[in-house]
């Protein structure tokens, strides 16, 4: 019973169906006061439609929301703000030309008694906000002038002073750094002392562990399990959310030494690439059936030797060769037929064109070759569309769904479907498992395993050091947009990679090298 | 409790309608205004009205077929008016070599006034509203120093024939037009261009990043657009006996604007109707038709195409709640 007095959010049996979908399937939730409350699931388990019931996006079909004991039904996410209940998502939702103190007092700035905005009070409290809650930045500068993780943490700011009783946070993590992980912790702990209720969605599950107490898990748009974080061992919530028996999570990729044996010839080699900013001056070799990592931090030149080595980033010097041929390709195009592809970090930017068809975005780069006299050939599209569908197990209505409507997991699968229809010499992938859910990633990683086995070349970045081991044969660590290590065999391990990535001693990073954006 | 469940049904229902009305409502309108025509229009039910009303609605019709190819990449190409001035001002210096050569010079500067705006667009990298806005205003004056601001009148009967000949009894725009509309519905459908456009308009980076020729592609179809200007242009300006550049294709952009979004290709890129695009030129024309022949003022007709235009758009956008 005491249970039910301090719930300050609840969902009673809550059933949302979309066309051909059911997303949530007499779902019930409960969230107390000053409880961190995480809520867990595979992608397409119903987490996003259960925040967007609560917020007033979706209305339910059947079942009720209780906010603070009284029923509610928002009709949209603003209204559901005044009354108290804040969400942070992945994406950033500031204006970013505006300044931070703009931002933070958008459409409720102090005003003087002319009805002026007070400017100099604004950038006061907006001074006091950051600081209550441990971030740093400059009030006058514009949101777009900071890094993407400083934004993220004005973004929660902005969204918790908002009187909030309840914050629910959407994958609040995915940009941050390490040390700005443990500001938004900060945060979050401050807010539980204040009686807030939080709902916490990561698919990291090291954070889940450190800052939650309690868990949902969904599957299938059901709540399977609803219980104390500590009492589930990371591993049976991983079942949990799978669906499967904890012995079949546990066997790993043993791939991995298989591959070392093979020493294929080099498939990629990138001399000397020097662009503007980055690369500078970066060699990588690849072998048939090598995965090589590109480690770094956010700014150290991973995205732009990527993107520079499949034609898509000006270069002032440097080669490619594939398959030992010249191709120092000028556009992605030329890439393309040189043999190499490349999968984009911001799936949602680069990535996916949101409103065409699942088929469409298979296709897209496959046309020329699906193409008779300048007419798609029906057949051989819908073959290749339905083998890549099959083969990825990519979870969609039907080809002529919108891949905007698909989860971030399948939309990750569309894309790499996209890349393995050209059967590519080199792969190279930038954060392929970013955003996307335990049992998607797992998927992915494996099929990245496959792939190396059957011969190809995969040049991988990767944000957290733990994946980039697991996946790599060797790692080439980047700073400043130069080559500063490169890291293989007993040498690779998460001590050494992470002194790498950070410069100066491995146990402590005292150099300024890497703090650059914090002045 | 059971006002709440209500609540949540009417809304799909509500959504339900909102996307069979983005899907069909053009279709539906138009069917429903002929429909009353025939009935309550005196003389509107003869073969005679209706297939001078196809005709006239062939230059707006051409023009919309380019701009729905242009709008479906997220562009927008304003100058289709001056372009089809260009038409009308070549034509007659040519005419003296025959009626052929007179045509094909005409289609060859439209076209290159395309590829003009393409270029800015592709490869300046300007935004298509400004850099088509360069032609729409210059474009007209170009025209009308090259006949020094004179009309001229054109008594070549072969040319004319383009706009009066009637095989089958079918006005020979009417053929043309629907000919194209064919094509270019073939071309979204079934190419390898159209699939190329509609990535373009979806995800402009995505598309470059599949290696897919988006410059190639922005050049292709405001050279199409520039095209199709002149095909309108040169018809135009046989209707009209003259070369006329002050006054042919004035104001038919927006027109061809509201053809096209009524259609229900959106601005914003895409996705492109050209079975809509078809029905929405018709449309407007219709509506004009139907307030003339029953003697009501046009003005009126007016301010139901603006209505319409809103309503369009509105249902369009209906999905998005910001």
């Known amino acids: 019973m005491s249970e039910q007095e301090t719930s300050i959010l609840e969902v009673r049996e809550v059933t949302k169906r979309f066309p051909g979908v059911l997303a949530l399937d007499n779902v019930s939730f409960r969230l107390r006061a000053s409880e961190v ?130 914050v629910i946070m959407d994958e609040p993590t995915s940009s941050l750094e390490a040390h700005e992980v443990e500001t938004l912790f900060r945060v979050i702990r401050q807010l539980r002392e204040d009686g807030v209720g939080v709902v916490y969605v990561s698919h990291r599950l090291e954070e889940l562990y450190e800052i939650c107490e309690r868990v949902t898990v969904l599957r299938d748009g059901k709540v399977v399990h ?29 791939a991995h030494a298989a591959r070392e044996a093979r020493a294929g010839e080099p498939v990629l080699e990138a001399h000397d690439l020097t662009a503007y900013r980055a690369p500078q001056g970066v060699s990588i070799d690849v072998r048939r059936g090598e995965v090589v990592g590109l480690a770094g931090l956010l700014g150290s030149g991973r995205t732009e030797t990527a993107k520079a080595i499949f034609g898509a980033q000006p270069l002032e010097s440097g080669t490619v060769e594939v398959d030992g041929k010249d191709v120092n390709p000028d556009s992605p195009g030329a890439a393309i037929k040189s043999g190499l592809a490349f999968l984009p970090e911001d799936r949602k930017a680069e ?11 298979i296709i897209a780069a496959a046309l020329p070759r699906l193409s008779r006299g300048g007419f798609v050939s029906k057949k051989a599209q819908d073959e290749l569309v339905e083998r890549f569908m099959t083969r990825l197990d990519i979870k969609a209505a039907s080809p002529d769904q919108p891949v905007g409507e698909l989860s971030g997991g399948n939309q990750q699968k569309v894309m790499l479907a996209r890349w393995l229809c050209m059967e590519p010499k080199v792969l190279i992938l930038d954060e392929p498992t970013q955003g996307i859910d335990v049992g998607a990633k797992a998927e992915v990683q494996q099929l990245i395993a496959e792939l190396a086995q059957q011969g190809l070349g995969v040049v991988m970045i990767d944000s957290e050091p733990e994946e980039l081991i697991e996946a790599s044969d060797r790692v080439v660590v980047l700073r400043d947009g130069a080559v500063v290590d490169t890291l293989s065999g007993d040498d690779l391990d998460e001590e050494n990679l992470v002194g790498a990535i950070a410069g100066g001693e491995p146990s402590q990073p005292t150099q300024d090298g890497g703090d650059g954006d914090e002045r | 409790m059971s006002g709440r469940t209500a609540t949540a049904g009417a809304s799909f229902d509500r959504a339900a309608v909102v996307s069979w009305l983005r899907d069909q409502g053009v279709y539906v309108a138009l069917v429903l205004l002929v429909l009353f025509n025939l009935v309550f229009t005196t003389n509107f039910a003869t073969s005679g009205t209706i297939l001078g009303l196809l005709s006239q609605a062939t230059p707006v019709l051409l023009v919309s077929l380019g701009l729905a190819l242009v709008i479906g990449t997220g562009g927008i190409d304003l100058s289709v008016g001056a372009i089809m001035a260009i038409a009308s001002a070549v034509v ?105 456009v509609l990535a373009v308009g979806g995800n402009r980076t995505a598309s470059y990043l ?24 040169t018809l135009a300006t046989a209707r009209l006996a003259a070369g006329d550049p002050s006054q042919i294709g004035l104001l038919i952009e927006l027109d061809a604007i509201a053809a096209v979004v009524i259609g229900g290709t959106p601005l914003t890129g895409g996705r492109v109707s050209i079975a809509g695009t078809v029905a929405g030129a018709l449309l407007m024309l219709v509506i004009s038709a139907t307030f003339v022949m029953n003697n009501l003022p046009p003005t009126y007709a007016q301010i139901l195409k603006a209505a319409i235009i809103v309503l369009a758009v509105y249902i369009q956008q209906g999905r998005r709640k910001v």
């Open chain 1, 37 to 166: 409350h995480a809520l867990v699931g595979e992608n397409g388990a119903g987490k996003s439609t259960l925040i967007k019931v609560i917020t007033g996006v979706h209305q339910p079909d059947a079942g009720r929301v209780l906010f603070d004991g009284q029923e509610v039904s928002f009709a949209s996410p603003r209204e559901a703000q005044e009354a108290g209940i804040s969400t942070i998502y992945q994406e950033i939702n500031l204006i970013p030309l505006r300044s931070v103190a703009q931002n933070l007092f958008l459409g409720r700035e102090p005003r003087t008694s002319l009805g002026l905005t007070d400017t100099g009070r604004m950038k006061r409290e907006a001074a006091e906000l950051l600081e209550r809650y441990g971030v740093e930045a400059d009030v006058s500068a514009p949101v777009r002038s900071l890094g993407i993780g400083v934004q993220q943490m004005v973004a929660i700011v902005k969204a918790v002073s908002l009187e909030a009783r309840v």
């Open chain 1, 226 to 254: 609803e219980g104390n974080l500590a009492e589930l061992p990371r591993l049976e919530l991983i079942a949990t959310m799978l669906g499967r028996e904890v012995p079949e999570v546990e066997q790993r990729t043993a």
């Open chain 1, 351 to 361: 990535g996916i064109i949101p409103d065409l068809s699942v088929r469409e975005n």
């Open chain 2, 92 to 196: 007659p210096l040519y005419l003296g070599y025959s009626w052929p050569v007179a045509v094909l010079v005409a289609l060859l500067f439209c076209g290159l006034a395309g590829l003009l705006n393409g270029f800015l667009v592709a490869y300046v990298g300007m935004q298509p509203i400004v850099a088509t806005l360069a032609l729409f205003v210059g474009g007209r004056g170009f025209a009308q120093v090259l006949v020094d601001g004179q009309l001229q009148t054109i008594s070549n009967g072969s040319f004319l024939s383009l706009w009066r000949a009637a095989p089958l009894g079918i006005p020979l725009p009417v053929i043309i037009a629907a000919v194209m509309a064919v094509l270019v519905g073939l071309v979204v459908k079934r190419t390898t261009f159209g699939r190329y």
């Open chain 2, 210 to 233: 599949s290696g897919q020729p988006v410059r190639g592609v922005l050049l292709a179809v405001y050279a199409i657009s520039g095209l199709f200007a002149g095909i309108a242009g």
